[in-house]
């Protein structure tokens, strides 16, 4: 075992990413493959489930090329994470994906969201779930499939058809249909799942109309799922032995495992998570209470603040406006300019999640004039990242009753050393950045390893948590203060 190597594979909402770890956490072989979006109607976003298992094999295929694996070389154990909430309907005779899968940023329920807040059954739901009734969650995705397509409904009653978010059509498929099941953090997103039980809620299934029966056995996030059949890539028999939510992996992989602890991941979104122990803390200040990992993968606890578009904004310049031809080229020209220009980017393209959670907004761009240039746009883009952020720290800050003093981050954006730089200004505590900035596959990887005795105890798996650069806040509370209050003012704007 010792030579023996974990696949991590962390599928997300615009590309799939496989790392080959060693048992000192070091990262020998990396691959990626991008995912196809689709939009067929203003705020709808649909993936291909056939295309997800497509970008999974390619990314495997990568790593291994990579790391110069021989076909015999052994692979001790598999972790899987995801993009969470996103909605796959599925065949258990065929294994064939019925149409679509509907993405968590996909809007199209907001109509029936409104409905059950007016109906008053909100308060109930959040007390059930620790989640709010938004788009966003699983739940009004897989009602609104069944309203609209009634012989899904008759094929779920029947037991035919099988219900999961992207964990569990993954698990289906690297098992060679042998396992239909999911794990807590990522059941924790539905709006089906007990919050306290940490079992499917009957009440929840009756009012959404979900057949039990279409739904995925709840595992522990860390042990034996099913092992591998039939997979390219991969040789038949290797345990899937670790399972989370891309959040909620990404928490573990930062060794964010007891109360107090958070870090704030930068990816399509931004998502904020403090680890609040064994026990929930419901939020008063429009925040998500979910199921996370302990030390050793055991269900615990976190308070989490989603924001909908975090680098998918720089996507939008590249790919929306033409302003820059790679990601990587915003850092230099935010450097190039001394502030925005008083330019301030509300990126609300899909709404805004925590801690504002209002799905009618649309996006804006304030502050212009004449001397506005590319640079200013480019650089109110990045800024935003940082303002949503803060905007987290502080309804976490109220919640919890206590300030963050430094925030661990990982993510695609993290390597921006100007972002991370002005992040740590906005909030005026430390960033702490990582060797492997992608922690959440590192924490699938890691809760395998657990999960297969790869390692024996959670003690060893601080090695692979190292930090690679800390961000030290550079200005004082007062431009603190007058930085925020310019993203405060434009989403009021939005709000009124």
């Known amino acids: 075992m010792a030579d023996a190597l974990i696949l991590a ?14 048992r000192s956490g070091r990262v020998r072989g990396r691959g990626y493959a991008e995912l196809p979006q689709y939009f067929p109607k203003p705020g709808w976003v649909e993936h291909d489930p056939e295309e997800i298992w497509t970008s999974v094999l390619h990314a495997i295929a990568a790593a291994r090329r990579a790391a110069k694996l021989t076909r ?4 001790a154990a598999i972790g899987v994470t995801n993009q969470r909430e996103t909605v796959v309907l599925w065949d258990r005779r ?4 019925y149409d679509r899968a509907i ?3 996909d809007r199209r329920t907001s109509a029936r969201c409104d409905e059950l807040k007016r109906k008053g059954l909100e308060a109930d739901i959040r007390r059930r779930t620790g989640l709010v009734c938004d788009p966003y969650f699983s739940a009004t995705k897989l009602e609104w499939r069944f309203a609209h397509e009634p012989r899904l409904a008759r094929l779920a009653a029947s037991g035919r058809l099988a219900f999961g978010t992207v964990d569990s059509w993954l698990i289906w498929k690297l098992t060679g249909g042998a396992v239909h099941a999911t794990d807590p953090t990522n059941a924790s997103r539905t709006l089906l799942f007990g919050l306290r039980s940490l079992a499917w809620d009957p009440l929840l299934l009756k009012r959404f109309g979900i057949p039990a029966r279409a739904l995925p056995q709840v595992r522990p996030s860390c042990g034996e799922f099913g092992r591998t ?4 890539g991969v040789p038949d028999g290797v345990p899937i032995a670790g399972v989370a939510g891309d959040q909620q992996a990404a928490l573990f992989g930062q060794g964010c495992v007891r109360a107090g602890q958070s870090k704030n991941t930068y990816g399509t979104g931004c998502f904020l998570l403090l680890h609040t122990g064994a026990k929930p803390v419901a939020s008063r200040a429009g925040l998500l209470t979910t199921v996370a990992c302990g030390p050793r993968g055991e269900a615990a ?3 989490e603040g989603s924001v909908f578009i975090g680098g998918a904004a720089v996507q939008w310049l590249r790919d929306g406006l033409g302003l820059v031809k ?31 959670w209002r799905s009618d907004v649309r996006g804006a761009l304030l502050g212009l004039t004449r001397g506005t240039t590319r640079a200013h746009v480019v650089r109110a883009t990045l800024e935003s990242m940082a303002f949503q952020s803060r905007d987290l720290v502080e309804a976490m800050a109220r919640d919890a009753g206590t300030r963050v003093r430094a925030l661990q981050v990982d993510g695609g954006a993290v390597a921006n050393d100007w972002l991370m730089q002005y992040q740590a200004d906005v909030l005026g505590v430390p960033v702490r950045r990582p060797h492997v900035i992608e922690t959440t596959a590192l924490g699938a990887g890691l809760l395998a390893g657990l999960g297969a005795r790869v390692w024996r105890a959670h003690r060893e798996l601080d090695a692979a948590r190292r930090i690679e650069r800390e961000f030290r806040p550079r200005r004082n509370a007062a431009w603190r203060k007058q930085e925020y209050a310019r993203w405060q003012s434009a989403v009021k704007l939005l709000l009124a």
Do not use: C, K, N
């Open 9 to 22: 594979l962390d599928q997300g909402t615009t590309g799939t990413t496989a790392l080959l770890m060693d």
């Open 72 to 75: 015999t070389a052994p692979i």
């Open 103 to 105: 993405v968590w940023q």
């Open 326 to 356: 790679t990601a990587r080229e915003t850092e230099a020209i935010a450097r190039s300019v001394p502030d925005s220009g008083g330019v301030v980017l509300v990126p609300a393209f899909a709404g805004l999640g925590a801690p504002y």
């Open 301 to 303: 606890y976190a308070l």
């Open 229 to 232: 059949r039939g997979v390219a």
């Open 94 to 97: 065929t294994g064939e994906p």
